[in-house]
């Protein structure tokens, strides 16, 4: 089993609130991490269990008195009759890390936990493994623009290795897991166990189209009308859609920089996939090589490095505030990470060649009223060094490794 970085930060919030709440998207490895740190004194059901979910919606007070505490309930979010009444328990007890509770539909599990639980529950948000995690390093830090350091260099090839395998647990964990095999099972049973119970979906096939349709743009601006056409539907039923993949963990909406000094800014935000594997299977790309050569590689490559930083911050625990720049002219910052009153321009490019035209666009934040800090250019060159006096050419492995 690989270790996880969000380890730590699940130690703790156990150690200071009566209820871990842990959420991410299916198969990220939620329950085998827990297991594995769960105390001898600790019972697990799974609401996965027909019998006992059907128990815990009729009988929610009987079903927790059935359990006694320290309790990990799992796919928490099928019995949210449970939440008053762990409410009720744990505000009779304070003794710390009485329940743990874990979920995929982030959405509904968060609603819950913010109406019954606050003040009670510390929350974790646990994603597909990170570049460091596979690769088990554990000296890694998050980024910080500030904080800029050389580290070993990735080649173009090894990237897309990783953009293009992605980093869900069983294809590492599991001795020759067959990448298609897993993705087709993923996709199939996200379908059946999260989609059907959200939402009721006419046609799953459209549905199945919208899927590789985000895919395929992921990294790009989201056009609604645009996807509606292509996949046959309405622009309401894809903006449904959207908000599924969202609040299951399954994408991440970029949203655009915003600014009473900047006129004529875009309001479309840009999609992310949280896991580039699965991104990949569902545009069908046969292989790392045949994506790393093709036009929209640099999408791939940049919706990777913003999944990259939102992972790695989510397994601190840090808020990460980040947004693109567009506007009608179709002039861009890739990315803008808002930190101590300070914007951090960046751009992310697929080369190895960066050039200082590259950060023209910079020059529109000097009309903000907000302090301008180091930038720079991630991208695929080998050294970590300065491009002005303000902005660095910055390696990928500065960045995920």
């Known amino acids: 089993m690989y270790d996880r970085e969000v380890k730590e930060r699940i130690e703790k919030i156990n150690n200071t609130f009566r209820v871990l709440v842990v959420t991410g998207p299916r198969q990220v490895g939620k329950t085998t991490l827990l297991e594995s740190m769960m105390p001898e004194n600790m019972t697990k059901v799974s609401l996965d269990d027909e019998t006992l979910r059907k128990e815990a919606q009729e009988n929610p007070k009987i079903f927790l008195d059935s359990y006694p505490t320290p309790l990990f309930i799992d796919e928490v979010q099928y019995a949210p009759q449970l939440f008053p009444y762990i409410k009720m328990k744990v505000d009779k007890n304070k003794e710390r890390g009485q329940y743990w509770l874990s979920g995929s539909q982030l959405f509904d599990l968060m609603k819950n936990v913010t109406e019954s639980l606050a003040g009670r529950a510390g929350i974790v948000k646990m994603n597909s493994f990170t570049y460091s995690e596979i690769l088990q390093n554990y000296e890694k830090e998050i980024f910080d623009p500030q904080k800029l350091k050389q580290k070993e260099y990735i080649d173009v090839n090894e990237i897309f290795e990783r953009i293009f395998n992605g980093g869900m647990p069983e294809l590492y964990d599991i001795e020759d897991m067959d990448r298609n095999d897993f993705y087709y099972s993923y996709i199939n049973t996200y379908i059946e166990k999260d989609i059907k119970k959200i939402k009721n979906i006419g046609n799953i096939e459209s549905f199945k189209q919208f899927m590789r349709d985000i895919a395929i743009r992921t990294g790009t601006t989201l056009n609604y009308s645009d996807i509606a056409k292509d996949v ?170």
């Open 232 to 401: 046959g539907v309405a622009v309401n039923t894809i903006k449904d859609w959207v908000s599924i993949l969202v609040s299951t963990g399954i994408i991440y909406l970029l949203e655009p920089y915003s600014s009473n000094k900047l006129k004529r800014l875009t309001h479309m935000p840009k999609i992310i996939f949280m896991d580039s594997g699965l991104a990949c299977y569902l545009a069908n790309w046969e292989n790392a090589k045949t994506l790393q050569l093709s036009e929209i590689s640099g999408h791939f490559f940049e919706s990777y490095v913003v999944s990259e930083l939102i992972k790695s911050y989510d397994n601190k625990g840090i808020n990460l505030e980040i947004s693109h720049f567009r506007n009608k002219e179709t002039e861009e910052i890739d990315l803008i990470l808002f930190k101590n009153n300070t914007l951090y321009p960046l751009e992310i490019k697929k080369t190895a060649n960066p050039r200082k035209d590259m950060i023209k666009n910079f020059r529109h934040l000097e009309k903000v009223n907000m302090k301008l800090g180091i930038g720079g250019i991630i991208c695929l060159y080998d050294k970590l060094m300065k491009l002005d006096d303000n902005n660095y050419i910055i390696p990928i492995s500065s960045v995920i490794n």
